[in-house]
Every structure is written in C-alpha cells, then in structure tokens.
T-cell receptor, first 116, second 110 residues
Framework: ETGVTQTPRHLVMGMTNKKSLKCEQH?????MYWYKQSAKKPLELMFV???????ENNSVPSRFSPECPNSSHLFLHLHTLQPEDSALYLC???????????????FGEGSWLTVV | EDKVVQSPLSLVVHEGDTVTLNCSYE??????LLWYKQEKKAPTFLFML??SGIEKKSGRLSSILDKKELFSILNITATQTGDSAVYLC??????????WGAGTKLIIKP
C-alpha cells in the first residue's frame, strides 16, 4: 500500500463512452499527478495539480479532462477516446511539486484502460 | 531536448547473479536522479541521488551517480526472483519536471 488508491483498476470503454478514473491519496500531500504509461515508452506526465490548482497540462488532448476538487482527490474524465489511448494511467502524489526537497513521489497501482 | 535513456531495455539472468542497470541523461539544470521499481503495480521509490560519487545502499541494491559523465547505475547483488520488475529512472530538471526513461525489464530465472 502506497497511500494512493486508484479506481477502477481495469476499464474497458467504447469510443463513444464517457467514464472517469478516480484517485485518492491518504498522505496529506499537496501535489497530485496523472501519468500515462504505454508499453516500452517512458512515463508521460499529463497533468499536475499543486494545492488544488492545475499547474501543468502537457499538451494533452481535450478528450482527457482532469478535476481536482480537493487536495486528496483527483479525477480524470474520459470521453470519445481513441484506441491509441489504451494504456496504464497512473496517479501519483508528493508533498509538493519539488522532489529535491527530500520529497518523493508516490504512485497508485494504476488503472488499466482499454478503448475498443 | 531533455532525455533519459536506460539500458538495457530488458535483461534475463539467473538467481544469484549480479546485475547492473544503466541510466544516462541529458537534462537542463539537473536537480536529482531517482530510481523506482515497478512490479505489476505501483512504481515504488528506491533511491534519490543528488551528489556525484556517493553510493546509496539498501540491502542488496545500491546506486551511484556520475554528474560529470551524466549517468547513474543501479546494482543488484545476489539477485532473487522477487527482484523481477521494471526498473525506472527519472531525472528532475528545471521547473521540477521529472523526465522518465523507458525502463529496464529485469527477469530473474530460478
């Protein structure tokens, strides 16, 4: 247990569906992240929230929509996805945005997404 | 463009062997280098390195950073089947961005 919980663990959705991924952290952290992990590729940072404010959006298509209602919860809303969006989506948190201050980034176990 | 390259991409060894995993980087304004272990679940933190030449050690795992030659190695001695995982390297750059490598998939055969 890393203190970061993601649901659902597996999701299969059609290209016209709307679904959401949920992340909750029990660590008292202030920064939360969404990453995409595809096979044999580096982790891709999608979004960063620091103290509930979105600080980064790394050119992510608008079919992915993040929401951070409070510092413990993070959502990723999905709509009209493409088959190439199939991947492992990892949520993470850290004390704040800076890892060199001694903070480390803690990951959830991920949500496996398959778009059919 | 900032990049982190890990090698090899995959490695198969027998239990008891020693392995060395490599991570080289070209990153603007280096701040730190991190190693993570990912089994079929959440990546878990192993080491953070900020200074050259100082070995970090945890049990059979150790890591060292060379900021002149821009690389780090992760050593695992007396490997066990439980060491089978993907090992991820990331470098924290300017603006606190983490640049990730593609990982090394390590398989330990009994």
């Amino acid at each position: 247990e890393t203190g970061v919980t993601q649901t659902p663990r597996h999701l299969v959705m059609g290209m016209t569906n709307k679904k959401s991924l949920k992340c909750e952290q029990h660590l008292g952290h202030n920064a939360m992240y969404w990453y995409k992990q595809s096979a044999k590729k580096p982790l891709e940072l999608m979004f960063v929230y620091n103290f509930k404010e979105q600080t980064e959006n790394n050119s992510v298509p608008s079919r992915f929509s993040p929401e951070c209602p409070n510092s413990s919860h993070l959502f990723l809303h999905l709509h009209t996805l493409q088959p190439e969006d199939s991947a492992l989506y990892l949520c993470a948190s850290s004390q704040d945005r800076r890892t060199t201050s001694g903070n480390t980034i803690y990951f959830g176990e991920g949500s496996w997404l398959t778009v059919v | 463009e900032d990049k982190v390259v890990q090698s090899p991409l995959s490695l198969v060894v027998h239990e008891g062997d020693t392995v060395t995993l490599n991570c080289s980087y070209e990153v603007t304004n280096f701040r730190s280098l991190l190693w993570y272990k990912q089994e079929k679940k959440a990546p878990t933190f192993l080491f953070m390195l900020t200074s050259s030449g100082i070995e970090k050690k945890s049990g059979r795992l150790s890591s060292i950073l060379d900021k002149k030659e821009l690389f780090s190695i992760l050593n695992i001695t007396a490997t066990q089947t439980g060491d089978s995982a993907v090992y991820l390297c990331a470098v924290e750059a300017s603006n606190y961005q983490l640049i990730w490598g593609a990982g090394t998939k390590l398989i330990i055969k009994p």
